[in-house]
């Protein structure tokens, strides 16, 4: 066994055994997701794959972190501002395809933001301009919480996904796509991503992840740092859900499948762009 191969299945052993272990502790202690506990261990657990790069890298094949990203490349600051509004785009043409194929109902009016966000209060803004707040407060969060992704993105981007079928970059990212989404499962089979849906999101949960490694992979490689990739990762999840749930506030205005496929519209359209641009070839 090479000295690749060997790190790449430490990587894979530690990554899962990490996780795995960790986000069981509350489920097997009967702790609903909404508990706080639940919550900080799934943080926890998101640092398995961050946790096993750094172990590889510095005891299994001692290659060390010459190329790990670990370093900010502000000189190619246009791969920031991709990974921070890319997400927002995203989510426009997830409210975009549903009112297209008529299988949701956009409500962009207020709602009971005054109650929930206090602030808004004090600001002297009109109501009508109250989604404008609501968009520049979740691009500011998720830019305040990108170091957190960390814990994923310098495992996935920064060690397996460079080195899974370097000479394919391609291939690589959907092959760290599809472990990426099955490293989710002991969340997803209990209902996280897919509380209605818990089996069939096994299947779909991968396929989602395979359509954001490859933008993922596009921003770590062309940055050469993880930390647009940590952006763009936080984005999806603060900008882009929280933006969609916010419009679509009714829970019988859409499902969360539906919006789950409309997502891969536009996130398959991007992911085709990177590939047949030839943006994941290295330099």
């Known amino acids: 066994m090479d000295v690749k191969t060997k790190g790449i299945l430490a990587y894979l052993v530690i990554a899962f055994g990490v996780t795995w272990t960790i986000w069981e502790i509350p489920a097997r202690k009967g702790l609903s997701f909404d508990h706080p506990v639940f919550q900080i261990m799934i943080l926890l657990g998101s640092f398995g794959p961050a946790i096993a790069c750094i172990v590889v890298r510095k005891w299994v094949t001692r290659e060390g972190f010459s190329d790990a990203g670990l370093k900010l490349t502000l000189k190619k600051w ?14 426009l043409a997830v409210v975009g395809l549903a009112v297209l194929f008529r299988i949701g109902e956009p409500d962009f009016s207020p709602h009971d933001l005054e109650t929930r966000v206090p602030i808004v209060r004090l600001l002297p803004v009109p109501p009508e301009f109250y989604f404008v707040l ?5 691009m500011l969060t998720a830019a305040i919480m990108a170091p957190l992704l ?3 993105e310098f495992g996935w981007r920064s060690y397996l996904q460079i080195r899974l079928f370097s000479d394919r970059p391609v291939l690589a990212a959907v092959t760290t796509g599809i472990i990426w989404g099955v490293w989710h499962y ?7 991503n897919y509380p209605d849906h818990p ?3 096994l299947l779909l949960f991968p396929m989602v992840m395979v359509c954001l490694s490859i933008p993922l992979g596009w921003l770590r ?3 050469e740092s993880i930390w647009p990739a940590c952006l763009g990762h936080a984005g999806v999840g603060i900008i882009g859900s929280s933006l969609v749930a916010y419009v679509f506030m009714s829970p019988d205005s859409i499902s969360r499948l539906h919006l789950e496929v409309l997502a891969w519209v536009p996130l398959v359209v991007l992911s085709a762009w990177i590939i047949i641009t030839g943006r994941l070839k290295p330099e």
Do not use: D, H, M, T
């Open 78 to 91: 246009r791969y920031y501002l991709a990974a921070w509004v890319l997400p927002l785009v995203v989510a």
């Open 134 to 138: 609501i968009v520049l407060q979740l």
């Open 150 to 152: 960390f814990g994923e």
């Open 186 to 192: 002991p969340l997803n089979l209990r209902g996280y």
């Open 199 to 201: 089996i069939l999101g």
């Open 221 to 223: 490689l062309k940055s």
